[in-house]
C-alpha cells in the first residue's frame, strides 16, 4: 500500500516537472528578445531592419561625432533627440510595441547622407 502510493506520487511529481518545464519555455521566450547591433555611421546606408516585439536594436560607434534621433518619417528632419552627439556613442533601444519606427543622426549632413534607418517591429 505504501509502495504503491509513493509510486503515485513520484509519477505526480514527474508530471508536475514535465508540465512546469513546458510553461517556462515560452515564458523565457518572451522575456528575452534577440539583440540587432549597428554600426552606426554617415558613410553608410541601412535598409530597413525588421524585429519583433521584446528584440534590442543598439547603435555604435567610434571616433565621429554622431547622434541619435527619432522623425516622423523616413524623411530627414523632425529630430527629436535621443542621445546627445558625441565621438563615441553606445544607445539602445528595447521595442516594446508593433509598429514602423524611424531613425536618423541629426549631425551635419550626415542623414541626407544616408545615417538613417527604418525599423519595422512584429
Ligand atoms: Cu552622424
Known amino acids: 500500500m ?11 511529481v514527474s508530471l508536475f516537472a514535465v ?15 534577440s539583440t540587432q547591433s549597428l554600426v552606426w555611421s554617415n558613410h553608410m546606408t541601412y535598409d530597413p531592419l525588421d524585429v519583433k516585439v521584446g528584440d534590442t536594436v543598439t547603435f555604435t560607434w567610434s571616433g565621429k ?13 523632425g529630430y527629436t533627440s535621443l542621445y546627445e552627439p558625441t565621438e563615441d556613442g553606445d544607445f539602445s533601444v528595447t521595442f516594446n510595441e508593433t509598429g514602423t519606427f ?3 543622426c541629426s549631425v551635419g549632413d550626415h542623414c541626407d547622407e ?3 534607418i527604418t525599423i519595422n517591429v512584429a
Request: proline residues 7%; contains cysteine.
Open 102 to 104: 524611424y531613425y536618423a
Open 65 to 77: 561625432l554622431h547622434d541619435v534621433t527619432s522623425t516622423p518619417s523616413p524623411a530627414c528632419g
Open 2 to 12: 505504501s509502495r504503491a502510493l509513493n509510486m503515485k506520487t513520484v509519477v505526480l
Open 19 to 33: 508540465l512546469a518545464g513546458a510553461a517556462l519555455v515560452p515564458a523565457r521566450r518572451l522575456l528575452a528578445g
Open 114 to 116: 544616408g545615417q538613417k
